[in-house]
């Protein structure tokens, strides 16, 4: 088997399933309780919240435990308050994930309404067209730190600049960014991020949101006191504390990491380029490590999936929520790639563990399928 899907989801991390393992089985008290026994579940709860707000800039009482990418984008969504309770404008834009853009279809059955942003031909939001599309209406602005599915890298400092610039509060959703390239919250100067551990290594349904202090946002879920009242709920402790293992482990390797991947990509390109394959790459050069969105021309990307699958090899056509849906994916139709390459999309994403022989098995085993549909095998 060759995993090269890990944009939607990753391996767990060996040492952060030890982690996980001790409060699984050893260490599994309630770290509400007051006894000694639930003393190492509540510590590691707080040193997760020290080491993951470290990794990221934050402090640890701005990081709020969740349970993933997904929650963390409902939250920062739809429990905003808007000082004087008006149905503000919330903007977002055309490329998101669906975690956004149906959070913000269910705010507009409420009434609020969205203006959806436009991108460039590579997937930028522009911050100029940022500004068109503000009005004094505008309440919150969630704009994507990189795409999920072209890698595209957003301009966010710029975006949260021209934001901060009308007073509106700006969420990004970072769950293909943390734990892949260098984030800083306050550099940044964003007011809610997004991540999600299963992205960076970490166990699935876990995450957090980073809410920066101040900033006004009800509880998400009512109950407990946990998460400062503001999440309630029993804390998953083992995956707390793995995906703060797995974060931290990710951003101390994450230059060495990138460069590696970004050889592994050139390996797949270069090996389709000389195979005479006709494809365009999707997305801008500042994009994910590890990230590589095609569109081969007049070939069918599903094909193609289930093919590769048929050898052994796990790939994407988009991204892995929107794979049922049998047709060219949001972000595709936004960024304009042009008929006749759109439906051949596919998403190779390389993580930790991928190799240079297996980057040149993959690039072989599309050559194959791609010459045997020429020759109408
Ligand atoms: N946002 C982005 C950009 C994603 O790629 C994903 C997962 O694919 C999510 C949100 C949802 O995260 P989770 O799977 O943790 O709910």
């Known amino acids: 088997m060759i995993y090269a899907d890990n944009a939607a989801t990753t391996k767990l991390d060996s040492d952060a399933l030890e982690t996980a393992m001790l ?4 260490e599994y008290g309630n770290a509400s309780q007051p006894y000694f026994f639930a003393k190492p579940a509540k510590k590691a709860i707080n040193e997760a919240r020290e080491t993951i707000a470290a990794c990221i800039g934050a402090e640890p009482d701005e990081i709020y435990f969740t349970s993933g990418g997904t929650e963390s984008n409902n939250w920062a969504i739809k429990n905003s308050v808007f000082p004087d309770a008006k149905m503000r404008t919330i903007i977002t834009s055309k490329i998101e994930h669906h975690a956004v853009l149906n959070t913000c279809a269910a705010m507009e059955l409420l009434g609020y309404p969205v203006t959806y942003l436009p991108v460039t031909d590579e997937g930028i939001v522009q911050p100029e067209k940022l500004s068109q599309y503000i009005t ?10 990189a795409n999920n599915e072209i890698g595209t890298i957003e301009p966010i400092k710029e975006l949260t600049r021209i934001a901060h610039e009308h007073g509106i509060r700006f969420h990004t959703d970072a769950v293909q960014a943390v734990g892949h390239i260098p984030i800083n919250v306050k550099e940044l100067d964003v007011d809610m991020l997004s991540a999600s551990a299963h992205k960076f290594n970490g166990m699935k349904g876990s995450g957090f949101l980073y809410i920066r202090k101040g900033v006004e946002l009800n509880p998400y879920v009512d109950g407990g006191s946990q998460e400062h009242g503001r999440r309630a709920g029993t804390e998953n402790v083992a995956a707390i504390a793995a995906m703060a293992v797995a974060l931290k482990k990710n ?18 390109l270069d090996t389709l380029t000389f195979a005479g394959v006709e494809y365009r790459r999707n997305g801008n050069d500042y994009r994910l490590p590890g990230n590589v969105n095609i569109s081969i ?18 790939i994407s056509t988009g991204s892995a929520c929107d794979s049922v849906n049998d047709r060219v994916s949001h972000v595709i139709e936004a960024i304009h790639v042009p008929e006749e390459y759109a439906k051949g999309t596919i998403r190779i994403s390389f993580g930790v563990e991928n190799t240079e022989e297996e980057t040149l098995a993959i690039a072989e085993a599309l050559i194959g399928i791609l010459r045997k549909q020429v020759n109408g095998k």
Do not use: A, P
């Open 23 to 26: 409060f699984l089985t050893g």
């Open 136 to 145: 004094d209406n505008t309440g919150l602005i969630s704009v994507m730190l």
């Open 251 to 268: 951003c101390n390797r994450m230059e060495e990491s990138t460069q590696r991947l970004r050889k592994l990509e050139k390996i797949l």
């Open 297 to 314: 021309k007049g070939v069918d990307g599903e094909m193609l999936l289930h093919r590769l699958d048929l050898k052994g090899i796990c």
